[in-house]
């Protein structure tokens, strides 16, 4: 199947800070990457979906100024955090899918953010 | 009403036993189904995409039922291995994600 790698797969995080999470697809072309949040014990929420070369789709309620993402390559799609404050911290994980979907997702490792 | 909706459990079974989920989703134009395995603070991992005929991978069988809007997942004889949250996938119709919230087995001793 298709490689997922994100980085960083932890990061804390003093309140105020901004925080990059990169995620990249290692052995196929991600034209479309989506990012989710997911809080203990709940599922994943889709926070926003990113095309190649165009901006991104926000989900309803998601600000598309604190969550700022770029996808300005085919292997690349990355998600800050800006101005981080505690109810932020979650676990975000990004997945993409092969050209043609909507087959499987392929999900990279997640990336637990904490802020204090 | 929820569009992907799951009972979140816990289901406790011991080893050896089979055990059922169910997944009930709303819209009837969805296209795509998938079971994921998440282990705790892990990502999602594929299980098995479901096929309208049903398949079966080893001790693990899908199943569909577009009429009654429900996909199920079977696992027989349940090892100690099989411990985790079970998520229901569904596309819709714009090639989105519906994600349940999942249900959670443990398989006990």
């Known amino acids: 199947g298709a490689v997922v790698s994100q980085h960083p797969s932890w990061v804390i995080c003093k309140s105020g800070t901004s925080v990059k999470i990169e995620c990249r697809s290692l052995d196929f072309q991600a034209t479309t990457m989506f990012w989710y949040r997911q809080f203990p014990k709940q599922s994943l929420m889709l926070m926003a979906t990113?095309?190649?070369?165009?901006?991104?789709?926000?989900e309803q309620g998601v600000e598309k100024d604190k969550f700022l993402i770029n996808h300005a390559s085919l292997t690349l799609s990355t998600l800050t955090v800006t101005s981080a404050h505690p109810e932020d911290s979650s676990f975000y994980i990004c997945s993409s899918r092969l050209a043609g979907g909507p087959g499987e997702l392929f999900f990279g490792e997640g990336s637990r953010l904490t802020v204090l | 009403r929820k569009e992907v909706e799951q009972d979140p459990g816990p289901f406790n079974v011991p080893e050896g036993a089979t055990v059922a989920f169910n997944c009930t989703y709303s819209n009837s134009a969805s296209q795509s189904f998938f079971w994921y395995r998440q282990d705790c603070r892990k990502e999602p991992k594929l299980l098995m995409s479901?096929?309208?005929s049903g398949n079966e991978d080893g001790r693990f069988t899908a199943q569909l039922n577009r009429a009654s809007q429900y996909i199920s997942l079977l696992i027989r004889d349940s090892k100690l291995s099989d411990s985790a949250t079970y998520l229901c996938?569904?596309?819709?119709?714009?090639?989105?994600?519906?994600f349940g919230t999942g249900t959670r087995l443990k398989v006990l001793a």
């Open positions: 479901v096929y309208s």
């Open positions: 996938v569904v596309t819709s119709g714009t090639y989105k994600y519906i």
């Open positions: 990113s095309n190649e070369g165009s901006k991104a789709t926000y």
